[in-house]
């Protein structure tokens, strides 16, 4: 038996340096998985941030690319509105040349030609009633406001006020007569 337990504490001899290393070897191990595992999740975690970044990037490329386009229409609407503005310029001065010539032409006959002259002073009645009827439109609300102020004046105020209307009537009477005139 002696030599049963020398070469059983020969063997736990021999087994003791072992040991540690076979336990640090595990502890590397379990180490180094977890080390892989990290690193794992790491370029995972960078592979998906790259795929974000290169699909907004895209996107990013694909509006400055609208952008842009939408831009360069807009330039070519400025550039065909600039063009029709100075066509319309043109126009516009050649059409004040024509009128200006057309009014010197229509002075002339205006002068000459007496029916203009009467329907000038046609106008000038016509806009002379209604000047006068807007006048007694401004006594009429003088004299009720004057009416108001004095006591006991009802009955002159109505009689007042009956005259006014028959004046304006006349008046409107008249307008009417001239415009009849014109018209015929």
């Known amino acids: ?21 076979k336990k640090r070897l595990k502890l590397q191990q379990i180490l180094l998985l977890g080390l892989m595992v990290t690193c794992v999740l790491a370029l995972l975690t960078a592979g998906t941030t790259l795929a974000m970044l290169l699909s907004d990037n895209k996107e990013l490329v694909a509006i400055e690319l609208a952008e842009s386009e939408q ?22 001065e050649a059409l004040g040349i024509e009128l200006t010539d057309l009014s010197e032409q229509v002075a002339a006959a205006d002068v000459n030609d007496q029916r203009n002259v009467i329907i000038r002073v046609q106008r000038i009645l016509i806009r002379q009633e209604k000047d006068y009827r807007n006048f007694l439109t401004t006594l009429e609300n003088g004299m009720y406001n ?39």
Request: overall charge negative; charged content about 25%.
């Open 1 to 21: 038996m002696s030599k049963d337990t020398e070469r059983s504490t020969d063997l736990a001899l021999q087994a003791d340096p072992l040991d540690p290393l």
């Open 146 to 184: 004057f009416h108001m102020m004095v006591p006991h004046s009802r009955s002159w105020w109505e009689e007042y006020k009956q005259d006014l209307v028959e004046t304006a009537e006349l008046s409107e009477a008249r307008e009417n007569y001239v415009v009849n005139l014109r018209n015929n």
């Open 71 to 92: 831009e360069q229409q807009i330039t070519e609407q400025m550039a065909f509105f600039t063009s029709q503005l100075e066509a319309l310029m043109a126009r516009s």
